[in-house]
Structures are given as structure tokens and as C-alpha cells.
């Protein structure tokens, strides 16, 4: 399976892997509840299991939530244990997130859904696409600068 047969598409999310910019973009859309993100981890976590070369090739992730039209409080805790489980099985600390938000509101819901998550330093809440893409350069450029 190469990088770009990674890939799923549902009702509420879709995602692919991009082998030419080595990042994976992930999609949400509707309202977005626990059982959907633990849908979505586990097929992440599949996916990481069947390509594990992919983990070290791979730039970062871009999860865009401006399609979301509800954020179930509930999904904060539900996000951190799904986060916390792929965390345990891969070592992720080299691998930035940028999350994309519509508005100020959304911005909030998912920066402290990140607060309650490891490894904060490698995750930013960002406005858009070239923002993310600024923000996983920056933390590379970062990352080759440290002793």
C-alpha cells in the first residue's frame, strides 16, 4: 500500500495522506460527537499500523474543523483518550498538528481540547491552510535548530 492509497471518506470526515508534501489532511464536517473521533482514531491508528514507515516520512498533520457545525462538549474528553491511546503506541513528539478554525468560537473549543493533550508544542490552532503549512515548516525549522 503506498501513501497515496491512504485514505477514507465518511459522512463526517475524510482523510488522506499526501505522499508528494508527506502530510496528512484530515477533514471534518456535520456535527462531530465522541463516537465519531473515536471512528476516525481508529482508523488512524490502522492506517499508522499498516504503514509505519509513514510516521517518519511524514511532514505533519492538518485537521481542518471549519465544516463543523456542531463540537459536542462531550468529544473534549472522548478527543484526549483517543489522543492519549495513539500517543502510547507511536512516538508522535517530531510530528506537528495544526487544527484549522472557522471563528473565534471554534478557536476556543479547540484550543483547550488541546490544552487537556500531550505534547502541546507540537499542536497550533491556526485560520487557514497556509497557516498550518507555516506553522509544521516552522516546527521542522525548529526541530533541525535543536541540540
Same mark, same amino acid.
Given at each position: 500500500m503506498s501513501g497515496s &492509497? +491512504?485514505?477514507v471518506d465518511t459522512e463526517h470526515y475524510s482523510a488522506h495522506y499526501d505522499a508528494?508534501?508527506?502530510?496528512?489532511?484530515?477533514?471534518y !464536517?456535520?456535527?462531530?460527537? %465522541?463516537?465519531i473521533s473515536i471512528q476516525f482514531y481508529q482508523w488512524l491508528i490502522g492506517a499508522i499500523k499498516d504503514n509505519p514507515h509513514l510516521l517518519t516520512e511524514a511532514?505533519?498533520? +492538518?485537521? &481542518?474543523?471549519? #465544516?463543523?457545525?456542531e463540537l459536542a462538549n462531550t468529544n473534549m474528553s472522548s478527543t484526549q483518550r483517543q489522543s492519549q491511546q495513539v500517543n502510547q503506541q507511536v512516538d508522535l513528539q517530531n510530528h %506537528?498538528? #495544526?487544527l484549522i478554525a472557522? &471563528?473565534?468560537?471554534? !478557536? #476556543?473549543?479547540?484550543? #483547550?481540547?488541546?490544552? +487537556?493533550? %500531550?505534547? !502541546? &508544542?507540537?499542536?497550533?490552532v491556526v485560520r487557514s491552510e497556509a497557516e498550518a503549512l507555516a506553522f509544521i515548516d516552522a516546527f521542522h525549522?525548529? !526541530?533541525?535548530?535543536? %541540540?
Open positions: &492509497d +491512504i485514505k508528494q508534501r508527506l502530510l496528512l489532511f484530515v477533514r !464536517q456535520g456535527a462531530l460527537t %465522541p463516537a511532514r505533519g498533520s +492538518i485537521y &481542518d474543523f471549519r #465544516a463543523v457545525t %506537528p498538528v #495544526a472557522k &471563528d473565534s468560537v471554534q !478557536q #476556543a473549543l479547540l484550543t #483547550a481540547t488541546m490544552r +487537556i493533550s %500531550p505534547q !502541546q &508544542d507540537r499542536k497550533k525549522e525548529q !526541530q533541525e535548530h535543536q %541540540p
